[in-house]
Structures are given as C-alpha cells and as structure tokens.
C-alpha cells in the first residue's frame, strides 16, 4: 500500500522529460525490514520545498533479496543548496546517495546516424587462420574491408561480385549444410531458411547478395545488416543490436576449411543468423542484449559477450521431451560444430545469464559447454532479468520510429 506521504507526492505528480535542467535524479537503496524508511526520504524532499515528480523502485539485488529496494526519484532542484541538504539527510536514513545526473559512463550512440561512425578494422589473419599464408586471400579480406567502409545505413548496399573460388566454397558449404537441417535446426529457423530460399534470397550456386538479404530481413523484424571487416570494440558490436543492427562480415572462409570457420564469413552471417534475425521473438532477445550494453561498465561488456557467444552463436533449445534443437549461427553455419554439438561429449545447461556470464567462451575452438533454452520467450525474460540488475543509473529503450535510445534519466557524457 502507498504511504500517505507517498500518495501526497505522487498525486499531482507527472513524468518529467530528462532534457529539463533544473532537474535531479537522486538514486538509494533501502534495505528489507526498515519500516518508515521511504516515508522518512520523502520527507526529507517535502521539507526542503522540492517538488518531487516521479519515482520507481526495482529489487536491489535478485539473488539477495535482504538487499531490499533501490529507488530512484525524480525532483525538480529550483538551487543546489536544497539538493546537497536533501543528499545529506537521506544518506543519514540510508548511508548512501546517488545524485544520477553527476555520473559518467561510457559514450554510447542515441541516434541512428551515430553508428555509421563506429570504428572498424581489417584485422590481419591469425597464424593459425587457414587462409594466413593465402597472400590472393589476404588481399581479398582488404578489399572486403573496404566495401564494408563504404556503406552506410541509409544506402542500399551494393551488389558483391564473388569469385569463381568463393562461389565453389558457397556450394561446399551450402551442400554439406542444407540436407542437415531439417534434423538439427529449430523451428524458427527452418520456417525462415526456407521462405529465403523460396524467395530466391539463398540459392544454391550463388554466394547470397548481401542487399537482398538485408531487404528480406528488415521486411521481417526491422533488423538491418551492417556490412563491416571487424568491429574495433566488442562495446560497439552490442550497441548496434540495441538499434536493431547486425554486424556482417562479407567475405567468404577460406576454400581449404568449409565445415568450420574460426571467424564469421557470409556462410555464417546468412545461413546462420539471418534465419533467426527474422524470427519476432528471437529479434528481441536480441536486442535486450544489445540494450543491456549501452552505457555499461567495461567489465559488464565482457560478461554480456559471453551472454551473446553462449546464445546467439552457440545456443541449443530443448523441448519437454529433451530434443535438442540448434538456434546458434556459429553451429547453424559449420558441419564440425554441428557434429560436436549434438554429440555426448559437450556438457549442457540450463542458459541461467547470471551463471553463463561468468564463463570466458573461446572463439576458435569447438566448446565443451552449450547453455539450452526452453524457448526464446524464456531466454528474452531471463535476459531482462539479469540487465535489470546491472548497476546503471538509467534505463534505455529503443524509439522504433525515431530509430533512437531513449534514456530515463540524463547522464554526464551525453
Ligand atoms: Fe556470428
């Protein structure tokens, strides 16, 4: 039940834009069992003659609930003076305040046009890449890299010209590929493969065009594909998926190792993640993900890649009956790992973000471990759960028609 001194504030009280200046967020926790508390904190506000104009509430803690309640509120500060006094106060009720206004964090994009400006790479080939000592190879990669420079969001993208050599590889992979499916693949994804292959968007004796596919899949879920080398930053590779945006590689894997790629090749970006792109559900898991990263801590960032390695690139789905259905591209988009995925050999779990973030996953190798969800309903709440409780001092939501973040509560770098 609202307090009565809860109800008197809220009562009049409307949600202020945060591009207001004369306003403060002030953040605090409450801990289980301090009856009064909050009364006495919004006392403390009324006292000073602030106006108090929203407030929310969320658990401290999801695995500790003795940690009780962090609030944030909303006040309009006509001076400085009143704010420092009402800081003082409440730290004596609750030991700690958080003026959210004063913070920085990191710099993240809020406007569509700010991802064109990202940072990318041509990053040379590792000496264990199969295609390191391929000089005609390497020199492929860069002209990729700079087609991939080139684009830009508003812009159709371009008609590739594959060689002879990479269209020979498509056709290894995509017939080493397709006749499994069926068998191992969600779905979700085979609803998807098919219909692009109905449409002609996946044939089999031509490497897919990247701007059909990129049509195709905006139809379905407004995902838009992003043609890139390498991203400089992991942080920039999960921002864009809070716009909706897929990094994709353009080029093809080398011709010598077809059924496994260490690094992802438009095989892999349009056999393995487009299928599912298209899919409403998992588009929002998705982008929970991505919009879990923005403005997050350095540390953060590196656990929300294991959560999108052990999902998005790897991640099984089983049902009540334990059949297990692949949903990851990296599985989706090479016949090794298919193999060793479904084999007796990998250990698997139940995907539990707050567990999985925790477990450093490596890229080259095949994994010894798989997380499986029940569906993607499951995966996308418990992925809300977990980016609840990462300690930012705003929440951001994606504005589909501005095609912009919106932020709860103004921050320092913006
Ligand atoms: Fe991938």
Redesign the pocket.
Known sequence: MLSRALFRFMSSATKAPFEITDMAALMFTLPKNTPGSLNQVLQTILDNNLNLVHIESRPASLIDADKGFTFIVDIETPNNNSLENVCKKIKKVCGDVTVLGSLDVPLFPRRFSDIDGMQQLVRPLHHDHPGSMDPNYWARRQEFGIIAKNCTLSQELPRIQYTSDETQTWQTVYHALSPLYKKIACSEFLLNFKEMENKGIIKENEVPQIAEVNRYLLGKTGFQLKPISAMEKDRDFLNCLAFRVFPTTLHMRHHSHPYFSID?DIA??VI??VPMLADPEFAEFVQEIGLASLGAAEEEIQKLMNLYFYS??IGLIMNSEGDRKVYG??IL?SVDEINHALSIHPELRHFDPFQACNVKYHRKDLQGLYWFCSDFREAKVLMQRYASTLQKPFNATYDRVQKSIKVSHKVKSW
């Open positions: 992802p892999h970006e393995g993640h998005i690139e591209a990296r988009s």
